[in-house]
């Protein structure tokens, strides 16, 4: 557990592992194809309308979803999410989904081509986390969503998550962005590509063939 200042924990461990065992007990019930390996649960206490976050940590701007300390090597990232807040909704803002994201915006940027050929800086930043050239696109394009005025400011729907739902998403595939809410819980499962339904809407599938096209 990280990230916690109440004393010692104990409790807060407690409850955290509750939460984690029955989402992901409940996720196996809800999804038994998918073959899922569970990683960490969050607690997310912080109201987030207003938060001063670094830019690549906002969580307001419409991304998808990477993560800089754990290359999925492919795995999709599927969360679990619960808000328990007693009054207030979490509003969440969602865009394209990956596919289409990647077609108009992967070759263009010149994002698709550096994950391929990255420079010799980019793979001595990457030692000792050493990311296949489709983690590296997605942590690439994670930052460079955030950062894109026009594809943040175009108009986007918003969600509301009443005060005690849960909700489920491929935070890989669907970009999103939390606009305000406070006190949810969520647990990450990353699901393999062997289990999926639609392998070819998988990002990394998207990306290989992207890639294919490239060469
Ligand atoms: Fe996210």
Known sequence: MTGYAGGDGQRMRAVMRRFSQSAVQLLAQLLPPYPMDPDFASFRGIEEQGRKLAERSRNDLLHVDSFPSRPTHGRRILRFFVNFNPAAPRVWRTGPPFPALAEQYAAGSGLLRRALHPSLGQRLGELGHR?????????????????????????????????????????????????????????????????????????????????????
């Open 131 to 215: 990311r296949p050239a489709y983690d590296r696109f997605m942590l690439a394009f994670h930052h460079w969503l955030k950062a894109n005025r026009e594809f943040q400011s175009a108009a986007h729907p918003t969600w509301e998550f009443p005060p005690g739902s849960a909700w489920l998403c491929f935070t890989d595939t669907v970009s999103h962005a939390v606009l305000r809410g406070q006190y949810a819980l969520e647990q990450t499962v990353m699901v393999r590509a062997e289990g999926l339904q639609a392998p070819e809407l998988a990002p990394a599938a998207v990306f290989a063939r992207l890639a294919a096209r490239a060469v």
